[in-house]
């Protein structure tokens, strides 16, 4: 289920964790789903499993799984399918504003344009 484009741009481990992001979002999977050993995951995968280890790290502090010593990586129950798109969208947003960024959009430019949304209704 889980898998990585290795020409993308974007970092593996990043790519990883996306991925256990969105399959959480649209409930894929479910509170307390067993995720693959990393070293398994690593081997299917064709990645250093130190990559992976980054991956779950990153998807446990924000919450998304939690650790069991000796039983491995389980998705938490701690978060909502709209607490997992709040997250992701965070994400998304996060990056589209880097990009505004590095083609020379100033950050007073970037608030107006949130201004505007707001005004005309469109966040709300």
């Known amino acids: 289920m889980l898998s990585v484009n290795f020409q993308s741009r974007i970092p593996v481990y990043q790519q990883l964790y996306d991925d256990v992001v969105r399959l959480v ?11 693959p050993p990393v070293r398994v995951l690593a081997s299917e995968l064709g990645i250093n499993p130190n990559t992976v280890s980054k991956a779950y790290k990153m998807l ?13 990586s389980f998705i938490s129950d701690r978060l909502g399918q709209n607490e997992a798109e709040k ?7 996060n990056d ?11 950050k007073e430019e970037m ?13 709300e």
């Open 111 to 123: 608030l107006l344009k949130v201004e505007r949304l707001y005004e005309k209704g469109v966040m």
């Open 25 to 35: 979002s649209i409930g894929a999977f479910k509170s307390h789903t067993k995720l």
């Open 96 to 106: 589209a504003m880097q990009a505004a960024y590095k083609h020379g959009m100033a």
């Open 60 to 72: 446990e502090a924000d919450g998304y799984i939690y650790s069991t010593v000796g039983r491995g």
């Open 87 to 93: 997250i992701r969208a965070e994400h998304t947003l």
